[in-house]
């Protein structure tokens, strides 16, 4: 499993034309839209009759609205409907809709071109609740950090390819309406072929009943999301990406003419580095999480956002003509190359933040909402897009640079982390163990896809270092409440990363009997609800590398709520800066070390004994302490 990277998804039906569908959908939305803004911009019919600014607010406006006016709607029909027949029939509404397009072309006919976009915007509201809601269905666990990756590098990368194709053929010297229409045509029509082969996609909450009242419907979608909070902060987070990424897209002609002196081939340079910024980091995560829904690659995401957007916020060049820079002259002026590395470093970061949010939300959401709480980050992402836009025209009339622009957004996005992650300690804790591992150790993964998906399970290892617990529960994929002893859950710093993630402290009868028997009493709760609780049946860390005897607190769980108990080995940890060689905490011989967590068969509770359990543990870890 962690062999096989998210590209293979792409060789699959179940995901292949599905994500065609999406790309084709997201490139021809921008192929119109951007073709509209240059025709109202430019053709001197429209102008005689229509204002320009107008018209290209009034078009990004009306484009924007029916995420407001109908996501609701929207999340509640994914969430009801077998989700393939949905898609067809609203590719299938986009080529009626680009039919109408193509009249409101060729007659110029504002008011029609102008219902063509907003319908557009209504089929893209319609979809997106179906476009995330699809991938819990047909990835499995860990699949759906690459699926995401894909679908957010698909969509970013036809943005960029369908805002150049409307651009270059709208401007072509003859004949542009007729490549504009046939092109919009022949998308839409590949999109409904495309979407015809989409996999049965069974309804998830067949029984809903449709609330129509847009207004009020949202409402209820905010209130549900808002009671969970980590979702809630979550559609938050992603939001506030969007806000980011709004004033970049937004920003980058004038910043390109204005600050750095280009024209329109080094904005589109840049548009460009943008794009495959975002896709980078999209990727890059299915790799550095290790193929699991991994949130603390989110702190890592958001941090480079500030660095590097802090640093473009510097790095402007000095254009030494006045006349516009090519990309030739542009790449030849000092200080260009940090410019380009700032957009493409600071559009991964973006990627790199926002992927595990959106697979976050699917995985945590419950199967017969997730539509609709897409639905409502929609909502919120739309409203901190338009939000974007006018804190954009506020701040630059009241005399703010575009490159002050910049370090504004890169100070409110340190003020906008620490406060989600301080109401969300979960991200940060989960950064600094995803880091300390990586820093620390090379993790040899065997067998990972044996932890169960679901339900209540007991895990069981060997007690090598004071990191054990940190090691195992970030390399599984669901989280885990591990049982240790109070003194080491007391240790300064380490204990905040404890307690966040819900670790349980006990003590021996000796030392304490209270916290002895409110250990067990957590430990049953947990398994009650369905949670992966963490044992080292040992009750302490070794201090000669052996095994030691198994203490009987494992058998006293498994009679009291009997579970499957799953048995793993840490391997190469003995001797290691955080193990108890001698007695003492090693001084370490080398950062990096190679260790291993190998995963045996599941055991059910009726075969778990203290004899069977230390001797598959042993058999697993073998003569590699």
């Known amino acids: 499993m962690s062999s096989q990277n998210q590209f293979h998804l792409l060789r699959e039906r179940r995901f292949n034309f599905y994500f065609l569908t999406q790309f084709l959908g997201a490139f021809n939305d921008n192929v119109y839209k951007n073709a509209l803004i240059i025709l109202f911009t430019y053709q001197t019919a429209i102008l005689t009759l229509y204002d320009t600014h107008t018209l290209v607010n009034l078009s990004a406006g009306l484009f924007i609205l029916p995420f407001f006016l109908f996501s609701a709607t929207a999340g509640q029909l994914a969430d009801k409907y077998e989700k393939s027949q949905l898609t067809r029939h609203i590719k299938f509404l986009e080529i009626i809709i680009m039919l109408l397009g193509t009249l409101g072309l060729y007659f110029n006919n504002v008011p029609l071109l102008i219902t063509a976009l907003f319908l557009m915007g209504t089929q893209s509201a319609f979809f997106g609740p179906i476009k995330y809601g699809y991938l819990p269905q047909h990835l499995r666990p860990h699949e759906l950090i690459g699926g995401n990756a894909l679908v957010e590098t698909g969509t970013f990368l036809a943005i960029l390819l369908g805002t150049l194709t409307g651009g270059i053929l709208i401007a072509l010297p003859s004949s542009n309406l007729t490549w504009v229409s046939t092109t919009v045509l022949t998308i839409a029509l590949l999109g409904y072929l495309a979407s015809r082969q989409i996999p049965i996609t069974p309804a998830v909450a067949p029984n809903l009943v449709l609330n129509w009242n847009p207004f009020t419907e949202t ?28 004033v970049y897209l937004a920003q ?40 699991k829904v991994e949130v603390g690659l989110v702190p890592l995401g958001a941090l480079g956002i500030t660095l590097f957007s802090l640093d473009l916020s510097y790095a402007y ?54 539509s609709r709480v897409i639905a409502s ?49 979960e991200f940060s804790t989960r950064f600094f163990i995803w880091l300390l591992i990586h820093l620390l150790y090379r993790v040899e993964k065997t067998n990972l896809d044996r932890l169960p998906e679901q339900g209540a399970c007991l895990i069981i ?51 304490d009997k209270l916290i002895m028997e409110t250990a067990f009493d957590q430990i049953t709760t947990a398994l009650q609800a369905g949670e992966v609780v963490g044992l080292f049946p040992e009750g302490r860390i070794t201090r000669d590398g052996e095994l030691q005897t198994f203490l009987p607190g494992l058998r006293k769980i498994i009679d009291t709520y009997p579970v499957p108990v799953l048995p793993m080995a840490l391997c190469g940890l003995w001797g290691t800066f955080f193990s108890r060689e001698r007695g003492t905490l090693k001084i370490p011989k080398r950062l990096w070390s190679k260790i291993a967590l190998k995963i045996g068969d599941l055991i059910p509770p009726e075969q778990v004994t203290l004899r069977t359990a230390h001797q598959q543990i042993s058999e697993l870890r073998g003569n590699w302490k």
Request: glycine residues 8%.
């Open 219 to 246: 409402w209820r979608n905010l209130r549900f999301l808002a009671e969970r909070r980590t979702l809630f902060l979550a559609v938050l987070g992603i939001s506030w990406f969007w806000l980011i990424g709004g």
């Open 252 to 291: 980058l002609p004038n910043y390109t003419k204005l600050t750095l002196g280009g024209n329109e081939q080094v904005v589109t340079l840049l548009l460009t580095l943008f794009s495959l910024g975002i896709g980078l980091g999209s990727l890059l995560c299915d790799r550095l999480s290790d193929h």
């Open 317 to 370: 060049t000095q254009p030494t003509t006045s006349e516009l820079l090519g990309i030739t002259a542009f790449l030849q002026t000092p200080g260009s190359w940090r410019v380009l590395i700032d957009i493409l470093l600071l559009s991964a970061s973006g990627g790199l933040y926002i992927v595990p949010l959106y697979a976050l939300i699917q995985q945590r959401t419950e199967p017969t909402h997730v």
């Open 377 to 425: 980050n929609n909502i919120v992402n739309a409203f901190f897009m338009v939000l974007s836009a006018i804190l954009a025209i506020i701040l630059l009339n009241l005399g703010m640079t575009i490159p002050q622009l910049f370090l504004t957004l890169a100070i409110a996005n340190i003020f906008t982390g620490f406060y989600i992650f301080y109401l969300v300690p």
């Open 461 to 511: 290892s060997n007690h090598v270092s004071y990191l054990d617990a940190l090691i195992i529960g970030g390399c599984l994929r669901r989280p885990v409440r591990f049982v240790m002893h109070y003194k080491i859950y007391q240790i300064p710093i380490l204990n905040f990363i404890f307690k966040t993630a819900g670790a349980i402290p006990i003590a021996g009868i000796q030392e």
